[in-house]
């Protein structure tokens, strides 16, 4: 009788396809195959026919020189994702980054890792820092991650994170927004407030930039109010 702890060709196929996605999704712009074959382990003959299969699909594109992005199709099923919460979230978050000149996110838990689910960046800003959707780092760091956990059970975090993080968590608790600086991206600053809604996983709403005049109360107040209207625009 077959060992089924054993993984099948199958499943290790489907797996490092899904890995080659999420690679790209967390990189900050194209990546080649050898840098994807690297990363995922294999030589680079597996991830060219990995990557020749999502091609066919849509899910990833290929440049002129042969670098390697996430593709349309991609855009298209993430829509699919919490629909009615992007549809909602998705005008909030464009008055938000065009008003404060920043780019302005949407994030949910997913497991132990935070992952952006719609973002939207200044429309007349000299600079930006981009979030692309699909983005994701452990939620035991960056402000979202911290307005996450202040949602969740002490019990339920990860069983690894910081020393600092329960008196982070409890302080962005009680202030109502929490904020980050360098933890995520070097030099990047950012804040998020709580998006706790029923019947969906522990989400935040979050800016992120490199420098401005306003402080992090100014920016949690807006970014509350727009919580305040998706939630009520979900409810309702």
Known sequence: MPDSTIPSPAS?????????????????????????ASRL???????????RTLEDHGLVTRDASGAVNLGARMAALAAGVAHDLQAEAL????????ELGMTCF???????????????????????????????????VGAPGKAILAQVPVAEWP?????????????????????????????VQSVAVPLALRGQRP?????????????????????????????DALDG
Do not use: K, M, W
């Open 159 to 187: 069983e690894e994170v910081p020393a600092s993080l329960p008196a982070d968590v409890d302080a962005a608790r009680a202030r109502g927004y929490a904020t980050s600086h360098d933890e995520v991206i070097p030099t």
């Open 91 to 98: 005008p909030e978050l464009t008055a938000i980054a065009n």
């Open 203 to 231: 989400a935040a709403i979050a800016v992120v930039h490199v420098a401005t005049d306003l402080d992090d109360a100014e920016i949690a107040a807006r970014l509350r109010q727009a919580a305040s209207d998706i939630r």
């Open 12 to 36: 290790q196929t489907l797996s490092r396809g899904i890995r080659i996605l999420e690679v790209l999704a967390d990189a900050r712009g194209p990546l080649t195959i050898d840098e994807i």
């Open 106 to 140: 949407l994030a949910v838990l997913d497991g132990t890792e935070c992952i952006t689910l719609a973002s939207v960046e200044p429309r007349h800003a000299v600079a930006s820092v981009a979030q692309r959707p699909g983005a994701r780092h452990p939620v035991s």
């Open 41 to 51: 382990g294999v030589h680079r003959s597996i991830a060219y026919r990995l990557l």
